[in-house]
């Protein structure tokens, strides 16, 4: 089984920066190769958990409208770790944010991370 550990999350003023950090242990089945697609969902107080950003191990990069222009997602194929970079924070980004990996028809999701906007 895959296993997902998130960092960085924390307190930010307005207009502040973050990186958040996710890291994959573990496998599916016998496979060696690296998870196809990681990627960062949040949920924030009283909402639905949304989809952020996603990456694919060849590279293949899709964001949502939240964070296109701020965020910034990436990822080291060779440490199964997938990051997200959180620029010009507001307030509406205060979530808990949570890493999933999916591959092969497997889906992992991490523990979360808090993220909290505020003056």
């Known amino acids: 089984q895959v296993q997902l550990v998130e960092s960085g999350g924390g307190l930010v003023q307005p207009g502040g920066s973050l990186r958040l950090s996710c890291e994959a242990s573990g496998t599916w089945g016998s496979t060696t190769s690296s998870i196809y697609w990681m990627g960062w969902h949040r949920q924030a107080p009283g909402k639905e958990r949304e989809l952020v950003a996603g990456?694919?191990?060849?590279?293949?990069?899709k964001y949502e409208d939240p964070a296109k222009g701020r965020f910034t997602i990436s990822r080291d194929n060779d440490k199964n770790t997938v990051y997200l970079q959180l620029n010009d924070l507001n307030i509406e980004d205060t979530a808990v944010y949570y890493c999933?990996?999916?591959?092969?028809?497997?889906?992992?999701w991490g523990q979360g991370t808090q993220v909290t906007v505020s003056s």
């Open positions: 990456i694919t191990n060849f590279g293949s990069i």
């Open positions: 999933k990996a999916a591959d092969r028809g497997n889906v992992a």
